[in-house]
């Protein structure tokens, strides 16, 4: 937003430009105070967890024996180890994809209700993210 001598200035919607009073913007000064976050430990630690969901967008450890047992099975195929470590990375994502829709519906069988739709979704996304990585991978190799 663009100031203009000490106020601030707005879009209405309309394409002009609006400047806030004095008192919105002492209103907005008292409100950016109060507004700092999570001031205990406790308040700290649930807050840096708000956007955890499923873990699915955190990276795989590199150093999972899982992947690299996955990864030497692979080579062994295809002969080149770097596309076999992609290849291996892709398994493993869609893997806890599956893992996590599996227990999402699981849940729903047990009669927990039906699970946020938007989880749903985002598991979709995320599929359908790592089924494309496959492909580009597949194809480049």
């Not at 999570?38 to 969901?53: D, E, H, L, Q, V």
């Not at 227990?103 to 989880?119: S, T």
Request: proline share 4%.
């Amino acid at each position: 937003m663009p100031l203009h001598l000490g106020a601030i200035l707005w879009e209405t919607g309309k394409g002009a430009r609006k400047m806030a009073s004095e008192r919105q913007i002492k209103a907005n000064r008292n409100n950016a105070r109060q507004s700092t976050g999570p001031r205990t430990a406790g308040g700290k630690a649930r807050s840096s967890r708000n956007a955890f969901r499923h873990g699915l967008s955190r990276p795989l450890a590199g150093d999972d024996p899982r992947l690299k047992r996955i990864a030497e099975v692979i080579a062994d195929e295809v002969g080149d180890s770097s596309i076999a470590q992609e290849i291996a990375r892709n398994a493993m994502e869609l893997s806890r994809i599956r893992h996590v829709r599996d227990h999402l519906i699981a849940e729903m069988a047990a009669g927990g209700g039906c699970p946020d739709l938007k989880r749903l979704l985002a598991l979709q996304r995320y599929n359908r993210l790592s089924l494309a990585k496959r492909r580009r991978v597949m194809k480049e190799g």
